[in-house]
T-cell receptor
Framework: SAVISQKPSRDICQRGTSLTIQCQVD?????MFWYRQQPGQSLTLIAT?????????ESGFVIDKFPISRPNLTFSTLTVSNMSPEDSSIYLC?????????????FGPGTRLTVT | DAKTTQPNSMESNEEEPVHLPCNHS???????IHWYRQLPSQGPEYVIH???SNVNNRMASLAIAEDRKSSTLILHRATLRDAAVYYC?????????FGTGTSLTVIP
């Protein structure tokens, strides 16, 4: 298993500003993932971040709004740009773990973002 | 990756078994079935996974239908700490797409 931390754990931001969320894992991993969880909803995959290459975004998410960095095998950041109240969500990072026969993911505790 | 369907909510009495169903009728032959749960104010945690055979681990059991179009997560004795949202996914590879999940309430 992997231990994942996220900073900040929560934040309240004004519309129009940007917030960068950090994700740190205690071991080297190839793939990291960013999810959004809107209030009372399930998790939606935003993008997959592979070290050394550009992130791959899911339909409905674009790099200009959610730029991602992946400078090394233990760290990634997600920026929520030009925020609006609709961006109020929990943002979670996860890492891939390759098991004996399939992939698993381990999740961080999440960053609770409120945009006013 | 197959779409999954789960009941929105279920209740169980403490100390009793719980059977959480999941439908994944469009599952492909290479899709693994994973179950995760999300405790309040936490990120999801892995519970169990399987391909064709039933699986047991320290947390739960996974029963997979013979045609693989459905599965059931079994908690043998529900405790208050098992109150969470349980998600099943059916996917090939390392990207997970979560459905709406089942919110489990455990009644003391």
């Amino acid at each position: 298993s992997a231990v994942i931390s996220q900073k900040p754990s929560r934040d309240i931001c004004q519309r129009g500003t940007s917030l960068t969320i950090q994700c740190q894992v205690d071991s080297q991993v190839t793939m990291m993932f960013w999810y959004r969880q809107q209030p009372g909803q399930s998790l939606t995959l935003i993008a997959t971040a592979n070290q050394g290459s550009e992130a791959t975004y899911e339909s409905g998410f674009v790099i200009d709004k959610f730029p991602i960095s992946r400078p090394n095998l233990t760290f990634s950041t997600l920026t929520v740009s030009n925020m609006s109240p609709e961006d109020s969500s929990i943002y979670l990072c996860s890492v891939e773990a390759v098991g004996d026969d399939s992939y698993e993911q381990y999740f961080g505790p999440g960053t609770r973002l409120t945009v006013t | 990756d197959a779409k999954t369907t789960q009941p929105n909510s279920m209740e169980s009495n403490e100390e009793e078994p719980v059977h959480l169903p999941c439908n994944h009728s469009t599952i492909s032959g290479t899709d693994y079935i994973h179950w995760y749960r999300q405790l309040p104010s936490q990120g999801p945690e892995y519970v169990i996974h399987g391909l064709t055979s039933n699986v047991n681990n320290r947390m739960a059991s996974l029963a997979i239908a013979e045609d693989r179009k459905s599965s059931t997560l079994i908690l043998h004795r529900a405790t208050l700490r098992d109150a969470a949202v349980y998600y099943c996914t059916a996917n090939t590879g390392n990207q997970f797409y979560f459905g709406t999940g089942t919110s489990l309430t455990v009644i003391p």
